[in-house]
């Protein structure tokens, strides 16, 4: 009798490990479809900066910007100012909102004397100033953050230009 109980415990923790993988990786895969098919709707990619209002671990002392990319044909250019605050990032995220290894932050990126910086999206890194490595997510969302701005409407107002450059 315990000897059935422990077997049928045990094909029932079984059938859970097997099942467990796809259930939660397939919930990944719809939450992702999701998220690109709001982002998609919303503005294309290569063409504009949007102010982002709301979201996950949204921060309201935090200015944030949104950019759809999509580097498989070409190159993006962000062109905009860093502000003075507490922080600046340029971060972009895959498919699943993960970060990817290349990013710039205040301390990093290179700006003029104005604070007026360029960044490059690119798939195929050539070396240039300010670029961000996007070839394991060609396509996905950049996220311009400015934490605790010293003057917020300024950095409202100053809305970071993106368009598509030729691949070379």
């Known amino acids: 009798m315990a000897n059935n109980i422990i077997r049928?415990?045990?094909?029932?923790?079984?059938?859970?490990g097997l099942f467990f993988p796809v259930i939660y990786y397939g919930s990944m895969e719809v939450t992702a479809f999701q998220l690109a098919r709001r982002r998609t709707n919303k503005n294309k990619p290569n063409t504009e900066a949007r102010i982002a209002k709301q979201g996950v671990g949204f921060n309201p002392?935090?200015?944030?910007?949104?950019?759809?990319?999509?580097?498989?044909?070409?190159?993006?250019?962000?062109?905009?100012?860093?502000?003075?605050?507490?922080?600046?990032?340029?971060v972009a995220y895959d498919k699943y909102t993960m970060p990817l290894n290349s990013y710039l932050f205040?301390?990093?990126?290179?700006?003029?004397?104005?604070?007026?910086?360029?960044?490059?999206?690119?798939t195929k890194p050539k070396g240039r100033s300010n670029e961000i490595d996007v070839s394991a997510s060609p396509k996905g969302l950049v996220l311009?953050?400015?934490?605790?701005?010293?003057?917020p409407d300024r950095v409202v107002k100053a809305v970071p230009q993106v368009r598509s450059i030729p691949q070379n």
Request: with cysteine; charged share 25%; proline share 3%.
């Open 8 to 16: 049928i415990i045990l094909i029932n923790l079984a059938i859970i």
């Open 61 to 90: 002392s935090n200015i944030y910007f949104t950019v759809n990319y999509d580097c498989q044909n070409t190159d993006v250019e962000i062109r905009g100012i860093v502000p003075k605050g507490i922080y600046w990032s340029l």
């Open 106 to 122: 205040d301390k990093t990126i290179k700006k003029d004397e104005e604070d007026r910086y360029i960044a490059y999206l690119t």
């Open 144 to 151: 311009i953050r400015s934490s605790l701005p010293e003057n």
